[in-house]
């Protein structure tokens, strides 16, 4: 499952995206703006899931559960492996 960190970064970037702003997002959400912005900006320690899951929801996003033995690797981590492995390439 994702950490609180990316989960933010993920619920920014989908706001951003559908042009809303965090104020209209949290309205729609009922949650508080001030939730909202430290949730977006890694301020926020803990988020109740109802919390959480009314903001997914507006944004049309969810999060899944899934075996971790499963886990497919994200885009970010499949760019990452990629520059290191042109780093060791450039070395030879």
């Known amino acids: 499952m994702e950490d609180l960190t990316k ?5 920014s970037a989908r706001r951003r995206a559908l042009r809303l702003t965090q104020a209209a997002l949290a309205q729609k959400a009922h949650v508080s703006r001030a939730t909202l912005d430290a949730l977006e900006n890694n301020r926020l320690g ?3 899931i109802s919390r959480l899951s009314r903001i997914l929801a507006v944004l049309g996003l969810e999060l899944k559960l899934q075996d971790a033995r499963l886990r497919r690797p994200t885009l970010d981590e499949l760019r990452e492996e990629d520059r290191n492995a042109q780093s060791l390439d450039r070395r030879s």
């Open 46 to 48: 803990e988020i109740g």
């Open 7 to 11: 989960i933010g970064a993920g619920v």
